[in-house]
């Protein structure tokens, strides 16, 4: 699926977007529009910044996996 069909199912979650250089970021997706992602990032401390981002530099974006709730069988994060 083109990475563009994904961005109104996801309006208002939580993603993680891989750019066309390697690298990447993850925050809420807010919007869309005019060519641009618009993205709530996390900074620091307690601020946030809206970043937005041209659909060029962008190669994918993928919901976040739900969280699973834990269980009897102690699985070790990955990190």
Not at 19 to 48: K, P
Request: net charge negative; proline share 5%; aromatic share 12%.
């Amino acid at each position: 699926m083109n990475w563009q069909q994904k961005i109104r199912h996801l309006l208002g979650q939580p993603i993680g977007v891989s750019f066309t250089n390697g690298q990447g970021t993850s925050g809420i997706l807010c919007d869309a529009d005019g060519g641009q992602l618009y993205i709530m990032e996390y900074m620091y401390q307690s601020q946030f910044a809206l970043k937005h981002y041209d659909y060029r530099m962008i190669q994918d974006i993928n919901g976040f996996p739900p969280c699973h709730q834990h269980n009897h069988h102690h699985q070790q994060p990955l990190y």
